[in-house]
């Protein structure tokens, strides 16, 4: 035989064999994670307390600092405590001052303002969108004695697609925080 007869009788043999079922490309898939519903205790620092998740591990890391660890997603909630006297306008500077410091690396920061008259809790939420750093800061004051910042970190690399259903998960426990913030 010809060397091209063998490589047609070859290339014959494997297209015959080569046709069986019609090969398709693998859809895309999403990654389905699910949180448990979030079980509310309370919790208590020196200055102030609030109502956080029973899956967090408190630790009380000064008498100004706390954090609220989530290991099984690789985020802490970092927390810290500063007494308002007579210099309001710089910690307020400060703590906004903190949050846009990511706007290098964020696609987005979306600023809410939160007010609690009642239990004179006013202060912001910023949620960053994209792959900053943090994926959430706020700050809360009673604009005379206490002010409180807090922010978000993963450790891990910000990948904001992977991190995204934790990030949405802890921005909820964070807003939780808030609205049940109350000072001592």
């Known amino acids: 035989m010809k060397p091209n007869s063998l490589f047609v009788l070859f ?3 494997g297209f015959l ?4 079922e019609e090969t398709l490309p693998k859809p895309k898939a999403m990654l389905r994670l699910d949180y448990p519903k979030p079980k509310m205790k309370g919790v208590d620092a020196k200055h102030f307390g609030f109502m ?19 290991p099984h997603m690789k985020g ?10 007579n210099n ?3 910690l307020l500077t400060d703590a906004q001052k903190l949050s846009y410091e990511h706007v290098a690396k964020a696609d987005d920061i979306v600023a809410q ?3 609690n008259e ?13 792959n900053a750093a943090s994926q959430a800061q706020f700050y809360a004051t009673d604009s005379t004695q206490h002010f409180v910042t807090g922010s978000l970190y993963f450790y891990a690399r910000p990948n904001y697609d992977s991190i995204y259903p934790a990030a949405v998960y802890l921005q909820k426990d964070i807003r939780k925080i808030m609205e049940s913030l109350r000072w001592k």
């Open 76 to 85: 802490t909630i970092f927390l810290t405590y500063k007494p308002v006297r």
């Open 11 to 13: 290339s014959l043999v």
């Open 88 to 90: 309001l306008e710089k």
């Open 17 to 20: 064999l080569g046709c069986g």
């Open 118 to 130: 009642d239990d004179k809790v006013y202060g912001m939420f910023f949620e960053v969108i994209g």
């Open 113 to 115: 303002p939160y007010i």
């Open 52 to 70: 956080g998740n029973a899956m967090a591990q408190v630790k009380e890391e000064s008498e100004a600092g706390l954090t609220l660890d989530y």
